[in-house]
């Protein structure tokens, strides 16, 4: 199928962007495109206008400051995994961006646009979640900052209100913590069947705090309090991260979402593999 006919701007500051957003509540901003064209294509999503704001710098660009790691909403997964910054300060997003679709995709997609889209099954908004990041946003009411803990609301829905648009992301350096992503991979799609983050505060043996997100098994990105508090206080002995597995599946449990490819009993036990895996990446 092809789209339906559209008006198409290219605005040449965010603030235009914001302002032509602002004077239809049918337009679409577009960034990378991965995931509106083919909504787009199968009339899925039928904007009146689409705002490219591709071309934008100001919303481009990766940076430290602080102890904080700073990525532009329009920066490319490609870029985020090659950055030495976010090697040294999140791995984990490294990891999880070099892993997203294949070379087209992560050379075209932002990471704006993927945390915007929400789509259960990717792997950035799992990251920057269980990451403690927050989101900035820019809007025709002016700018705000969301926490990744209250952003992600449901099923490719978000805290996103009309004619906002996501500026840059923040992250805390996680240079001083342990912290790795693991997924297991859709083998036609790529797209995270069951995907795990964890963030690990380590002093010495023990484990002194612990932050863990799962997506692709769920409706979003979403963190485990159970599992976090079985591994804090623990040494990560294999009784500990069994028992945060096992912690991950229960807090989960009336969330998982199944398909005929990976029901929801399977995606529900490979939630705590994969926590297992996450943890033992970590600390390798």
Same mark, same amino acid.
């Given at each position: 199928?092809?789209?339906?006919?559209?008006?198409?701007?290219?605005? #040449?500051?965010?603030?235009?962007? @914001?302002?032509?957003?602002?004077?239809?509540?049918e337009?679409?901003?577009?960034? $990378?495109?991965?995931?509106?064209?083919?909504?787009?294509? %199968?009339?899925?999503?039928?904007?009146?206008?689409?705002?490219?704001?591709?071309?934008?710098?100001?919303?481009?660009?990766?940076?430290?400051?602080? $102890?904080?790691?700073?990525?532009?909403?329009?920066?490319? =997964?490609?870029?985020?995994?090659a950055?030495?910054?976010?090697?040294? =300060?999140?791995?984990?997003?490294? #990891?999880?961006?070099?892993?997203?679709?294949?070379?087209?995709?992560?050379?075209? !997609?932002?990471?704006?646009?993927?945390?915007? =889209?929400?789509?259960?099954?990717?792997?950035?908004?799992?990251?920057?979640?269980?990451?403690?990041?927050?989101?900035?946003?820019?809007?025709?009411?002016?700018?705000?900052?969301?926490?990744?803990?209250?952003?992600? @609301?449901?099923l490719? #829905?978000?805290d996103? %209100?009309?004619?906002?648009?996501?500026?840059?992301?923040?992250?805390?350096?996680?240079q !001083?913590?342990?912290?790795?992503?693991?997924?297991?991979? =859709?083998?036609?799609? &790529?797209?995270? @069947?069951? !995907?795990?983050c964890?963030?690990?505060?380590?002093?010495?043996?023990?484990?002194?705090?612990? &932050?863990?997100?799962? !997506?692709?098994?769920?409706?979003?990105?979403?963190?485990?309090?159970?599992?976090?508090?079985?591994?804090?206080?623990?040494?990560?002995?294999?009784?500990?991260?069994?028992?945060?597995?096992?912690?991950?599946?229960?807090?989960?449990?009336?969330?998982?979402? $199944?398909?005929?490819?990976?029901?929801?009993?399977?995606?529900?036990?490979?939630? $705590?593999v994969?926590?297992?895996?996450?943890v %033992?990446?970590?600390?390798?």
């Amino acid at each position: 199928m092809r789209p339906a006919n559209f008006d198409y701007q290219r605005p #040449t500051s965010l603030s235009e962007a @914001i302002q032509l957003l602002a004077n239809n509540d049918e337009a679409k901003a577009l960034a $990378g495109g991965h995931s509106l064209i083919p909504a787009m294509n %199968q009339r899925l999503s039928t904007p009146e206008q689409l705002v490219d704001i591709g071309r934008l710098d100001e919303l481009k660009g990766i940076s430290t400051n602080n $102890g904080t790691l700073s990525i532009g909403a329009l920066s490319t =997964h490609a870029q985020i995994a090659a950055s030495s910054d976010v090697r040294t =300060h999140c791995a984990a997003l490294a #990891t999880a961006t070099g892993l997203v679709g294949d070379p087209q995709v992560r050379n075209w !997609g932002t990471l704006g646009g993927n945390l915007a =889209h929400a789509d259960p099954a990717s792997d950035p908004p799992t990251v920057v979640l269980a990451a403690g990041g927050t989101l900035h946003l820019q809007g025709p009411n002016g700018t705000r900052s969301v926490s990744a803990d209250n952003f992600f @609301i449901d099923l490719f #829905t978000t805290d996103l %209100q009309p004619g906002e648009l996501i500026t840059r992301i923040e992250i805390p350096s996680l240079q !001083g913590k342990k912290n790795a992503y693991v997924k297991l991979a =859709h083998p036609a799609s &790529r797209y995270a @069947i069951v !995907g795990v983050c964890v963030v690990l505060e380590m002093n010495g043996n023990e484990c002194v705090s612990a &932050r863990v997100a799962v !997506g692709g098994a769920t409706p979003k990105a979403t963190r485990s309090p159970s599992a976090e508090e079985r591994l804090t206080g623990s040494s990560l002995q294999v009784a500990a991260v069994d028992a945060a597995a096992e912690a991950l599946v229960n807090d989960i449990a009336g969330d998982v979402m $199944g398909d005929l490819f990976a029901p929801e009993d399977y995606r529900r036990a490979m939630a $705590g593999v994969y926590l297992k895996r996450a943890v %033992q990446a970590a600390m390798a």
